[in-house]
T-cell receptor
């Protein structure tokens, strides 16, 4: 079955440690995204990538880093510079935005990783 | 001004009720519109896209008013399984620093359907 996987589902880390969250998709999508969701809040975009070897900062990129070496994979590293890292992290993918009035880019989400920094 | 605004709720309704959610967006360059559903502690999933002519899928009806920058979702004959948070989502037509096509999420409206 095609889909997006994220691992692990729950992650606990000590303050000051870097941690990498995995995201893999087999939907043959060009575009991938990382979001953060805090309780009672909407999803906020951290980083996105429209194509392999290219990525862009989203609205809240500080304290995070990503890589996009393969089409299927878009790992997110939460660094010690991120002041409030405890959150629900969601990865998504879509076809690449093609522009034009008829462009349509439904995003498919992975099950998410709940990161708790102690 | 927030880009996508929704009433957070919660909306507590009995089974069989009709419930309506509203959403306003601030950017007139918004192009595509969606309703996503998010169950507690789960990922969002697309419920339906919202087209200019309005669209219906079973018990769900979505409407778009571009002049008022307003989107609505109507759920008829509510079921217990409809209990979730409903997210209003838009994308922008123009390219702001490469963000064209990125989704902008509202904070969601929580629905609780009671027996």
């Amino acid at each position: 079955d095609g889909g997006i996987t994220q691992s692990p589902k729950y992650l606990f880390r000590k303050e000051g440690q870097n941690v990498t969250l995995s995201c893999e998709q087999n939907l043959n999508h060009d575009a991938m995204y990382w979001y953060r969701q805090d309780p009672g809040q909407g999803l906020r975009l951290i980083y996105y990538s429209q194509i392999v070897n290219d990525f862009q900062k989203g609205d809240i990129a500080e304290g995070y880093s990503v890589s996009r070496e393969k089409k299927e994979s878009f790992p997110l590293t939460v660094t010690s510079a991120q002041k409030n890292p405890t959150a629900f992290y969601l990865c998504a993918s879509s076809i690449r935005w093609s522009g034009g009035e008829s462009s349509y880019n439904e995003q498919f989400f992975g099950p998410g990783t709940r990161l708790t920094v102690l | 001004r927030k880009e996508v605004e929704q009433d957070p709720g919660p909306f507590n309704v009995p089974e069989g009720a009709t419930v309506a959610f509203n959403c306003t967006y601030s950017n007139s360059a918004s192009q595509s519109f969606f309703w996503y559903r998010q169950d507690c502690r789960k990922e969002p999933k697309l419920l339906m896209s919202v087209y200019s002519s309005g669209n219906e899928d079973g018990r769900f009806t979505a409407q778009l008013n571009r002049a008022s920058q307003y989107i609505s979702l109507l759920i008829r004959d509510s079921k217990l399984s409809d209990s979730a948070t409903y997210l209003c989502v838009v994308t922008l037509r123009v390219n702001y620093g490469g963000s064209q096509g990125n989704l902008i999420f509202g904070k969601g409206t929580k629905l609780s359907v009671k027996p």
